[in-house]
């Protein structure tokens, strides 16, 4: 049963910066995607970033690609979200997510519904 424990938000100013963690448990093997994504309230849980397992591929979404990074750590089997020049506009609980497969890193991979398991959330406040 894979399972993922997403961790790391919290209270902040604007302008600070905030590293989100994302522990995967149980998952075998290396062919898989790995999402980032948020929600703010009232709104659609939007895509941020995404990381290909196997290659190391990225690819974020035009409104954070200059602030935001994802990487990923092998032996620790964690996903970092690394998140800059924060806004009020980030307020947002934060969700890791992932998909088994063995396409490429493309855009169908923004879409929420292509992922099959989600952390419980972290939540991201950015104070003005």
């Known amino acids: 049963q894979v399972r993922l424990v997403d961790s790391g938000g919290e209270l902040v100013q604007a302008g600070d910066s905030l590293r989100l963690s994302c522990k995967i448990i149980?998952?075998?093997?290396?062919?898989?995607?790995m999402g980032w994504f948020r929600q703010a309230p009232g709104k659609e849980r939007d895509f941020i970033a995404a990381?290909?397992?196997?290659?190391?591929?990225?690819n974020f979404a035009d409104s954070v690609k200059d602030r935001f990074t994802i990487s990923k750590d092998n032996d620790k089997n964690t996903v970092y979200l690394q998140m800059s020049s924060l806004t009020p506009e980030d307020t947002a609980v934060y969700y890791c997510?992932?998909?088994?497969?063995?396409?490429?890193?493309?855009?169908?991979?923004?879409?929420?519904?292509?992922?099959?398991?989600w952390g419980q959330g972290t939540q991201v406040t950015v104070s003005a």
């Open positions: 997510a992932t998909v088994r497969t063995v396409a490429d890193l493309n855009a169908y991979y923004h879409s929420a519904n292509a992922y099959h398991y």
């Open positions: 149980g998952r075998a093997g290396t062919n898989y995607v």
């Open positions: 990381i290909k397992w196997n290659t190391g591929t990225t």
